[in-house]
Structure formats: C-alpha cells, structure tokens
C-alpha cells in the first residue's frame, strides 16, 4: 500500500496556519486509515488469531486505534463523554500483555471497524470546529491529532510485523523498490571531530523523547556507508560468529544459546542456499540488500567480528542531522523538506529493503546512504533521557521505558510512515527483539587509523 507524504509540508501548514493546517491533520488522518484499512482486509479468522505470541491479534490493534483516538480528541480535546467506558481496559496496552489479549472479550471484527469508523468521523467533526492557535500546548500546531496521527502510523507498522509473523496465504504485495544506485561507494564515511545540536525544540510534533534540544561534543568517528548487507551477514555466519563467544556480550551469548540463535529470523538453509520468508512468499535471501530481523545482541556480535562497533545514538544523529557547511542540524539527510519516494523507502510503499546504496538523493552531507527508511538501526545506546525531559502528554510514552533495558533504534525502515519518521524520531525495544524490521551499521573510532 502506498503511503506517501502528504503535501503541503507541516511547516508550509503551520506558517499558513488555519484551514491549510486542518487539511494537512485530516490528510494524515485518512492516510493514516487507509493504511489500517488495507492491513485488516482479511476473514475474521485471520484478525481474531494471535499469529504469534509476541504479537496481539489484528482486531486487537483496530480497536485500539479508535480507542485512543477516542481517548485523547474525543474525550480530552472535545470533552465528550465515552462512548464505550467498559471497553476501555481491555485495549490498555499497559494492562494486558500481548500474550494475553486473545482471551480478553475484545470486541469482533465488525464491531472494531464500527467504533473506530465512528471514532473518526466524531475526530474530523472535531477538527474543522477546534481552534489550533490557542493556549493548550495539546492544540499549538495540532499536536493531539499529530500525535493520533503517529500512534496510528506506528500500529499500521505494527499489525505489518504481524503480517510478516502470520502463516497463510500470501495478503499483500507492493512494487519491488527501485535501484538507484549510482556505482562505487566508499565502505565508509568521516565524521569529524566537533558539537552538533541533537534532540529538538521547534519539530511541532516531536515526541516528549525527542525534546528537549542539546548541544553534544563527539569525537571524530567513521561510519558505514550503508547498512550491512545479507551478504556481509552471511560470511559472519560462515566464519563461525553465532559459534564463538568471542564476539557476543556474556547477555548475548547466553541468550544465543538459550535461543538456538544461528541465522536472522525467517532465514533458512536449504541445498547450499539461504533462503527467507517474506510476507508468506520464500526466496534466495538478496546479498546487495540490508539485513532485516536481526536482533541488537546479533548486531553487536557481528560489529565486534568485523573489528568494529554499532554506533552510539547521537553519532547516529550527527551523521543523519548535521551539515557542516552551515553548522547547523536539518530535519532529515538530504535537508527539511519532507520524505518523498526519490528520497527514501518508508511508508509501506514497497515490502522489502531496497539494495544498499540507493538514493543518492536522500543521503547526508557526509555521503552516508539509507539513514532515513529501509532498516531500523540499532545503536550502542540504552534509551535515556535527554538533559532537561519533560514527561508529556503523559508518563507512560516514554518515561517508563527509560533504562538499560532497551536499546535505541534510529531512522524508520520501509514500514515506518513519512509521519513518524524524522531525524530526531527515536525508537527502542529489547535487545532480544528480531521480528521487527532491524537492521544496522557499524562505526570505529578515527584514531584507529
């Protein structure tokens, strides 16, 4: 399904401000509802089934969708009363487990698209009569439906990974990504020695995780190019790295072993061959394509076999965000206006990675590659707060999260939306995780020669 960014740009919205931001909010809003749409246009077996425990059922996520946008416009914004107070604990994504929602009475199939259809048509009724100037930092820019907007973004990106997970016939297809690429790269790129101003103040709906901005020293550092490819990733597994402890943390070696670790998720070897899965269909597993389904336990272990190391978060940002030539740092690689399909693969427009070192269009001032879609990366970086956080519009967002059991994501992939997906936008998830589309690049200190 194609899902591209909506045009005018939210800042070209903003400046104009009135009925130009409004159409800018609805467009994302029904953007944002076709994607959902087209992710449960399946029977009612295949919405209702949980397709893996790591995973809620589809119908699950439709009607938690509607939930909170209920939640936050209907109810928070336009002080309406519930519609359905009795539902609201079962789709409490903090009160139920993944594991566990299957057996709560959600509400079927029919009933979700119902409430959620409702929901929504109540939210734009809500929209074309609320002021978005006034003093409620939830209405300056928009904000609370920006924010619907992204949470509804990221369970399409979610109910996606299901999809990945789910066995059965084959329910979606898309255009193969384009080739762009444009000869020879270097394996690497420098990135000197100097501050850079990581995080954001003036991004109108940036996350409280992305706030506050801040100014960070780094040391010179080099940086692949692009991802690392299946093929790079195959002769780590041929030389033995999933057997050698060597290269693993004592964490990543013992869940290596507890796991039966051997290969990415969804690869198999067959005849000489490695083959993959890919949304029901299986294949040769691409060489010249970003590796996917890889945990931050396997990105460490091959960094530490290559003779490097993941990135930190902020080396990750510098390289995304900053340009040397004005000193200043953009919104994305290729500068602040918003992704289109020339200059990265995001929004579920393709299924699948495109080959590493495509759109040139879309690359950094240092000549870095696919830092914005394809793969999530992995970095080095436990998810911390920035100096000065502020938890808002609520605790549970990110605040809960913060420690060293999660480790940051950065970039988007192929199923992140344009949406949710900017140079400051951080991710994180548990560094066992491999059914999310991850992947990673490797970094080494200058001084190493």
């Known amino acids: 399904m194609l899902n591209e960014a909506v045009d005018p740009t939210l800042d070209d919205a903003r400046e104009a401000g009135g009925e130009a931001l409004r159409e800018r909010i609805a467009a ?20 209702t089934a949980q397709h893996s425990p790591l995973m809620s059922p589809l119908v699950w996520d439709l009607a938690h969708i ?95 990974i299901t999809h990945q997970l789910r066995r059965g016939p084959v329910a979606l297809t898309a255009p193969e990504p384009p080739d762009t690429r444009t000869g020879p790269l270097p394996s690497e790129v420098l990135v000197p020695a100097g501050p850079f101003t990581m995080g954001t103040d003036t991004e109108p709906w940036a996350l409280d995780n992305e706030r506050p901005a801040h100014r960070v020293e780094l040391a010179a550092y080099h940086l692949d190019t692009t991802p690392v490819t299946n093929g790079a990733y195959q002769r780590f597994i ?62 460490d272990a091959y960094a530490r076999w290559a003779g490097r190391r993941l990135p930190t978060e902020a080396e990750w940002e510098k390289a995304a965000r900053f340009d040397p030539a004005t000193g200043r740092s953009r919104r994305y690689p290729w500068g602040d206006q918003d992704p289109t399909a020339e200059l990265a693969n995001l929004g579920q427009r393709h299924l699948r990675p495109a080959p590493a070192g495509s759109y040139p269009a879309g690359q950094s001032p240092y000549g870095v590659r696919q830092l914005m879609g394809d793969v999530w990366e992995w970095t080095a970086s436990d998810f911390r707060p920035y100096p000065g956080f502020r938890a808002w519009p609520y605790e549970e967002y990110s605040e809960v999260f913060f420690g060293p059991e999660y480790k940051v994501l950065r970039g988007g992939c192929f199923a992140a939306a344009p949406v949710a997906s900017r140079g400051t936008f951080r991710n994180w998830d548990y560094p066992i995780r491999r059914q999310i589309f991850s992947g990673f690049r490797t970094a080494r200190d200058a001084e190493q020669g």
């Open 28 to 47: 994302e809003l029904l953007a944002a509802r076709e994607r959902t749409a087209g992710l449960t246009a399946l029977e009612d077996h295949d919405l």
């Open 238 to 299: 041929a030389d033995g790295g999933y057997d050698d402890p060597r290269w693993w943390t004592a964490a990543g070696w013992e869940h290596r072993q507890q796991a039966g670790l051997t290969a990415p998720l969804f690869w198999r070897r067959e005849g000489g061959e490695w083959l993959r899965r890919r949304f029901g269909v299986t294949e040769p597993v691409p060489a010249d394509e970003p590796v996917l389904h890889v945990s931050w336990y396997e990105a």
């Open 66 to 160: 509607g939930n909170q946008e209920e939640l936050w416009l209907l109810r928070n914004i336009g002080g309406r009363d519930p519609m359905h107070p009795e539902i609201d604990p079962l789709y409490d994504a903090f009160e139920h487990p993944r594991a566990e929602r299957p057996k709560l009475p959600l509400l079927p199939p029919a009933e979700a698209r119902a409430y959620a259809h409702e929901v929504r048509g109540r939210a734009l009724d809500l929209l074309a009569a609320t002021p978005l100037d006034g003093p409620s930092p939830l209405l300056r820019d928009g904000f609370a439906f920006g924010m619907i907007v992204q949470h509804e973004q990221q369970h399409d990106e979610t109910m996606l």
